[in-house]
């Protein structure tokens, strides 16, 4: 069950990180008329790699630990 919810997590990040650059672009460029558009869409990317970055190191942690504990399962049970 950990494993699934692990998985659905890392496939909503990408679509946050999505929201987040469309959004910021929607935004912006409602907000300013020239230019406004560029300015939402780096906001957005900055966003969007603070946010979902960070969750995706924890994703990518999680992983890794994963594979940590099998090999050391593996381990314990060698003679």
Do not use: Y
Not at 45 to 54: R, S
Request: glycine fraction near 14%; proline fraction near 1%.
């Amino acid at each position: 069950m950990n494993k699934l919810l692990a998985n659905i997590i890392g496939v909503l990040n990408g679509f946050l990180a999505l929201l987040f650059i469309i959004g910021g672009a929607l935004i912006g460029a409602d907000t300013h008329s020239d230019g406004g558009l560029v300015i939402g869409l780096v906001i957005g990317l900055i966003l969007a790699i603070t946010v979902c970055g960070v969750l995706a190191i924890f994703i990518s942690m999680r992983d890794e630990l994963t594979v940590i504990r099998g090999i050391l399962d593996r381990w314990e049970q060698t003679p």
